[in-house]
């Protein structure tokens, strides 16, 4: 787990986004090619599209479980049920262990204000808040989240 941990802080701390830095950590177990997790998760970062929604690590996480346990062709209802479930109880221990899945919420600071985001770039809280939320998306999909 700590070499997923690594693999998503180290892209993180590079030039991905959240979203980006999970795909990119699951790449290879998931059959993904970095572009594509590149591609997959470009508009996802800042709570989609810097609307601070969900947290792009979280929505990222749920696109892993999908990846894992949803279905792959129109008739497996089974699969995209037991996926939805899945992601449903993802979300909850999120939001549990992060205090919201909102970006906003989790993050504190409003992403569109750009003397607010340059403060909190400055205090390391970018690394700090969001690196946590990366570090508990990986934790959950590699403890919890396990395709056996």
Avoid at 12 to 24: D, E, M, P, R, V
Avoid at 109 to 118: F, G, I, S, T, Y
């Amino acid at each position: 787990m700590e070499d997923k941990i690594s693999i998503a802080l180290s892209s993180f701390q590079g030039s991905a986004n959240c979203a980006q830095a999970i795909l990119l950590a699951f790449a290879t177990d998931e059959g993904l090619t970095t572009e594509q997790c590149l591609r997959l998760g470009a508009g996802l970062g800042g709570g989609i599209g810097h609307k601070q929604h969900v947290c792009g690590a979280i929505n990222a996480g749920a696109m892993i479980i999908g990846l894992r346990f949803g279905n792959s062709n129109l008739n497996d209802s089974d699969s995209k049920q037991k996926a939805t479930t899945l992601v449903a109880e993802y979300m909850d221990k999120c939001a549990k262990l992060l205090g919201s899945t909102d970006c906003h919420r989790i993050l504190g600071v409003d992403l569109n204000n750009p003397e607010a985001k340059q403060k909190a770039r400055d205090a390391g809280l970018f690394d700090m808040v969001c690196g946590n939320a990366i570090k508990v998306v990986c934790q959950l999909l590699e403890e919890d989240y396990r395709k056996v």
